[in-house]
C-alpha cells in the first residue's frame, strides 16, 4: 500500500508512504499455518538538485518479522539508505547509493543484533511509459555481528546484494 504525500513537481520535494505486509509459509504442501509474518513500513523522500540531470532520494524503512510457530520469535531491521541519480539519457539514470541496516532481536530498537552499511551502483532504465527496469549491485563495506570477530556482519546481512525490478504500470 503506497500513498504519496507531496509531489516533487508541485512542492519541490516528493514524499512517499509505504505499507508493506506480507507472510510466508514454510510447508511445501501449503497444509501447515503461515510460519513467517512480515510489515514493512517505509518513507521516501527525492528532490531534484539539477533539473532533468540530477535527482537525490533518503529512504527509511522498518521491518518488522513475526517467525515460527506459538510463542513467536520477534526481529526488525531499521534501514536509512541515500542515492543519488544522474540522468545519462532521456529515461536512463545511473546512480549510486549508500545504505546502513541495524538488525534487533525484537520488533522495536533494543537488542541489537548487528550492523553492516552497503554501497554500490544501479541503473534506472524507463523503456515505455509503462515498463521500467532497474538493478542495483550492492557490496557490504562495514559491519558487526553482536558477539561476532570480524570487520563485516554476514551472521544478519548478505555481505553482496543484487537487486533486479521490472514494473508494468496499467
Same mark, same amino acid.
Given at each position: ?29 501449503? *497444509? %501447515?499455518?503461515? +510460519?513467517?509474518?512480515?510489515? $514493512?513500513?517505509?518513507?521516501? @523522500?527525492? &528532490? ?64 541489537? *543484533? %548487528?550492523?553492516? +552499511?552497503?554501497?554500490?551502483? $544501479?541503473?534506472?532504465?524507463? @523503456?515505455? &511509459? ?41
Amino acid at each position: 500500500m503506497k500513498y504519496r504525500l507531496l509531489g516533487r513537481d508541485l512542492h519541490g520535494i516528493g514524499l512517499t508512504v509505504v505499507v508493506d505486509p506480507s507472510f510466508n509459509r514454510l510447508d511445501p504442501t501449503g *497444509a %501447515g499455518n503461515f +510460519t513467517t509474518y512480515n510489515t $514493512g513500513l517505509r518513507i521516501f @523522500a527525492d &528532490k531534484t538538485l539539477v533539473p532533468g540531470k540530477l535527482y537525490a532520494a533518503l529512504n527509511l524503512s522498518h521491518d518488522l518479522t513475526w517467525t515460527g510457530p506459538s510463542p513467536y520469535l520477534r526481529s526488525s531491521t531499521f534501514t536509512v539508505g541515500g542515492s543519488l541519480a544522474w540522468q545519462v539519457l532521456d529515461g536512463l539514470y545511473l546512480s549510486g547509493e549508500v545504505r546502513h541496516q541495524r538488525r534487533h532481536n525484537e520488533l522495536g530498537f533494543g537488542k541489537d *543484533a %548487528g550492523y553492516a +552499511t552497503f554501497a554500490g551502483p $544501479g541503473v534506472f532504465w524507463q @523503456a515505455t &511509459k509503462q515498463f521500467a527496469i532497474s538493478a542495483a549491485y550492492n557490496v557490504q563495506i562495514a559491519g558487526k555481528a553482536k558477539g561476532v570477530p570480524g570487520d563485516l556482519d554476514v551472521t544478519n546481512f548478505s555481505q553482496h546484494l543484487v537487486k533486479v525490478k521490472a514494473a508494468y504500470s496499467f
